[in-house]
């Protein structure tokens, strides 16, 4: 999976600016959280003028079951509360990290594993970072 070729194949929207009180970001941080997912941060990017989207959420899963249903149950309740089903999806096949982008916010629920070795805190370390774990 090349993530980002899929994130550079798209522009974000810049009529549509997204905040932390956005629907659609609400919606995503409460059903992984629903689905027990764990270490969840989202970085704010939206004064990275390079960046993609406007925030990234990122969370773990414990295991591959873990990981789909997280992934399925955001699809799902992000369709039902806002109305907006995924721009993209990547991942499910190979269940070590799936992204969800919804194009100003991209969602990656990943395993330990892969969240260790791929680092994106790191890679978007100008970005301000929230905790969102109960």
């Not at 704010?44 to 992934?71: G, H, M, S, Y």
Request: glycine share 2%; hydrophobic share 40%; net charge neutral.
């Amino acid at each position: 999976m090349n993530n980002l070729t899929l994130l550079a194949n798209r522009k974000k929207s810049t009529i549509t600016r997204l905040t932390k009180n956005s629907k659609i970001f609400k919606a995503i941080i409460n059903a992984i959280q629903e689905k027990k997912g764990e270490n969840i941060i989202s970085l704010d990017l939206r004064k990275i003028p390079e960046a993609v989207a406007d925030f990234f959420i990122i969370c773990e899963a414990t295991n591959n079951t873990q990981l789909k249903a997280i992934a399925d149950f955001i699809e799902v309740d992000v369709k039902e509360k806002c109305g907006e089903p995924p721009y993209k999806h990547e991942g499910k096949q190979a269940q070590q990290w799936i992204l969800i982008d919804y194009v100003n916010v991209v969602v990656h629920i990943m395993l330990p594993e892969p969240r260790k070795f791929y680092q994106l805190e790191e890679m978007w370390s100008d970005a301000s970072v929230t905790e969102h774990n109960d």
